[in-house]
């Protein structure tokens, strides 16, 4: 249930990044931005795993900065897969998305879908 959700929360921000980056982010619909965040969770569990593991050193010496480069090359895959139903204008705008979209859903997870601890007295 949490990763229909998760996809749905990315499908929704793909629709938001589209209409306001609509020169550098494309979608031809709404379905077109479910199929790109059902893809990209699926890059996310078999190539993502790999490419952390290819790129390992790198991402120590940066203090885990270069995971935000490893989300802006699935996030580039996902374009490439796509089609011309998902557009992303380069890497540079795929890394900024890769950024905005780790906030977003952190400010998410942390408010709306993780549930309040009860403290114990």
Known sequence: MR???GCLINAVLFM???GYFHESFQ????SSALQASILLSILNVLVRPLLIL????????????????INA???ELTDY???DAFEISGFGMA???AILMSLVNLIIQKTLLQPT???KN
């Not at 979608?27 to 709404?30: E, I, S, V």
């Open 3 to 5: 990763w229909l959700i």
């Open 16 to 18: 938001a990044l589209a």
């Open 27 to 30: 979608l031809t619909g709404f």
């Open 54 to 69: 290819f790129t390992l050193p790198v991402t120590v010496l940066t203090l885990g900065l270069f995971l935000f480069v």
């Open 73 to 75: 090359i699935t996030l």
């Open 81 to 83: 897969l796509m089609g």
């Open 95 to 97: 890394f900024f998305f």
């Open 117 to 119: 601890k009860k403290s």
